[in-house]
């Protein structure tokens, strides 16, 4: 395209992106707008792409982090021919594709879930290394995002990272249009601001008017001329171009224009211009995943082995079988044993160091290339990166969480180290699976079980050692448990998981000397559960005692609860778990101080079933 067409490229762009907010009666034109030339210069003269084969190898790919603008790339999909005008018009409508803000659930020319404001760099970061490290392609990752998300750390996470990493291979476009949601931004339009603080970070900087195309074109032409360095193009806009009535004005943001058709007429009127971008360049395919015969670790009954230990010799051994399998680190990997991978594995292994936030970007932005992520760190620290983990659930990426140090059976550490919310925050996720095993082999086996699993995986392991439990043939299906203990006369049902799974035996030990059958089930499965075997030890026993190191909302004694929640009679039912902010301690002493040492379990069961026979 010419400049002229480029021009009018820009005000489709605009015209259709007013058109579908209309349609909808709500939305974000404006902020459609101020990025419209950007856009229309970009896929027009620089985006290789082949919209009928979006899972073609070569192509570029593009993050729209200001996902409220999704009318703007909608708009991008109608004038590659991607989608018609009538499907454009069904935009936020229920059952449309064209959802308020872009997934790559309903779309397959959308690489990541945004509008969670601050995550489109991050994620581009991940898809740019995969590119660079793993697939050694020529393709360009493009971010769009706005002003006011910079003022988001995770944006400076991504620039730390992808600096660090020299990808050159990437580069942001910061459309600058000065105005918020309720007003001015931190910077307004001082391009210098913002290039100043990407350049402390290592990136070549552009500064442009977004809105002469051919200087728009001139700063793509030099990014993609950089070498060694990100490039980010700061770009001065005006949010809501070309139409006077809301052009540059406040209090206008996430609603469509007043008066549609007269934003037509002054934006030129409809056209129906067509984008004939480059072709990609041949590319390899990702790997298929499997290479070899998966050999697992194996462990005797009766060893003493930390559960991390065992999810490093894992990882390790599950990547030798796998060449699709890639291991990411928040610079805790020789805590968590993740370095185990990065000395077997070192070209397929990613030091994210503590950002967790770009951790769970990073490995978001390789699976939507193909790659199966591990992405280790303690548990506690997984926290931070919650809403990144919330928007992977959203896009329907595949990533798998190693959360360490969990519990108080840390020790002396203290509080801040140790992950007493992660179960439920992971439980909350939608579509997730969490597991949490109590031994060696367990992990061994569950570390491989998550390779096979859809959407957010996540394994808790423990810091200490404790005793290899099961042989290293058993198996452990996910949504199962095990039951360790059981008898016929069995008159209380102990349900622990993890560290919690020694101490219910050795309760359940206890209480057999004092003529209490006791029955122990260990619910490595936290998510899915398995009800069945929960119900029948309810009806069975009508006593259950449910043990976690974890704060009580939300964990396992939630999980156990749940699996009696369609109506039918509930058992009697005593939650043991964290219900104080611990100090330091040994973890003896911890376990002993939050009642979930097999003292106390022994005492709640004592209590629990002689309360169950009083008259």
């Known amino acids: 395209m010419n400049t002229g067409e480029l021009v009018d490229l820009g005000q489709q762009l605009r015209v259709d992106s007013v058109r579908a907010a209309d349609a909808a009666g709500s939305g974000h034109p404006t902020s459609s707008m101020s990025a ?19 899972d073609h190898p070569g192509n570029d790919r593009f993050v729209l982090s200001k996902g409220h603008a999704s009318p703007l790339m909608y708009a991008l999909f109608k004038a590659a021919g991607a989608i018609d005008d009538e499907e454009l018009l069904t935009f936020r409508k229920n059952g449309s594709r064209l959802e308020g803000h872009p997934t790559p659930r309903r779309l397959p020319w959308v690489e990541t879930a945004t509008g969670s404001l601050g995550q489109g760099l991050p994620v581009g970061v991940g898809i740019a290394l995969a590119g660079k490290r793993l697939d050694h392609a020529d393709y360009r990752v493009w971010v769009l995002c706005g002003d006011s998300e910079l003022a988001e750390g995770s944006v400076w996470e991504a620039a730390e990272q992808a600096a660090y990493e020299n990808l050159d291979n990437l580069t942001l476009i910061v459309d600058v249009n000065r105005l918020g949601q309720r007003g001015p931004t931190r910077h307004g339009h001082d391009l210098d601001a913002y290039a100043r603080r990407f350049q402390a970070f290592g990136w070549h900087t552009v500064e442009v008017d977004g809105h002469d195309v051919d200087a728009v074109d001139r700063a793509y032409g030099e990014a993609l001329s950089t070498r060694g360095q990100p490039s980010a193009i700061i770009a001065r806009t005006l ?100 370095e185990a991978f990065a000395k077997a594995h070192p070209e397929r292994y990613f030091e994210c160091y503590i950002a967790e936030q770009q951790m769970v970007a990073t490995a978001v932005g390789m699976a939507s290339r193909g790659r199966l992520p591990y992405a280790a760190t303690f548990a506690a620290f997984l926290t931070r990166a919650h809403d990144f983990i919330r928007m992977a659930s959203v896009s329907g990426s595949g990533i798998n969480l190693v959360g360490s140090h969990a519990g108080v059976a840390i020790g002396q ?203």
């Not at 950007?38 to 009928?52: M, N, Q």
């Not at 072709?279 to 009954?301: I, M, N, Q």
């Not at 890639?326 to 990997?333: K, T």
């Not at 009697?572 to 002493?589: H, N, Y």
């Open 36 to 54: 419209a030339d950007l856009a229309a210069v970009l896929f027009a003269r620089h985006f290789r792409y082949d919209f009928e084969r979006p």
């Open 239 to 338: 949010k809501g171009k070309g139409v006077e009535a809301v052009q540059d004005r406040e209090g206008l943001h996430g609603k469509p224009l007043p008066d549609a058709e007269e934003a037509i007429a002054e934006l030129g009127g409809r056209r129906d211009l067509r984008i004939r971008g480059e072709r990609p360049s041949a590319a390899a395919a990702p790997p298929a995943g499997h290479t070899g015969r998966l050999e697992l670790p194996r462990w005797d009954k009766g060893e003493e082995v930390a559960t991390r230990d065992a999810f490093g010799e894992a990882l390790a051994a599950l990547g030798a079988a796998r060449d699709d399998v890639v291991a990411l680190d928040g610079e805790v990997g020789d805590s968590t044993r993740a």
């Open 413 to 615: 550490d203290g509080p801040s180290q140790m992950g007493l919310e992660d179960l439920a925050m992971m439980r909350s996720v939608h579509g997730s699976t969490v597991l949490y095993p109590c031994d060696a082999n367990q992990t061994a086996r569950l570390v491989a079980a998550m390779a096979g699993l859809d959407g957010i995986r996540y394994l808790r392991t423990s810091r200490g050692a404790g005793p290899v439990i099961y042989g290293p043939d058993e198996e452990f299906p996910v949504g199962g448990s095990k039951v360790l203990r059981s008898s016929a006369r069995d008159r209380l049902t102990l349900v622990a998981a993890g560290v919690t799974v020694p101490e219910a035996l050795a309760a359940a030990e206890a209480l057999e000397g004092e003529d209490i059958a006791v029955r122990v089930i260990d619910l490595y499965s936290l998510k899915p559960v398995d009800r069945e075997t929960l119900r029948a030890a309810g009806e069975e026993t009508g006593c259950l005692v449910t043990v976690e190191d974890h704060h009580p909302e939300g964990g396992l004694g939630d999980a156990v609860a749940e699996a009696f929640a369609d109506g039918r009679p509930v058992p009697r039912l005593v939650r043991l778990g964290v219900r104080d902010t611990p100090g330091s301690a040994s973890p003896e002493e911890q376990l002993s101080a939050a009642g979930i040492d097999a003292e106390s379990i022994a005492a709640a069961g004592r209590l629990l079933v002689a309360e169950a026979i009083v008259p």
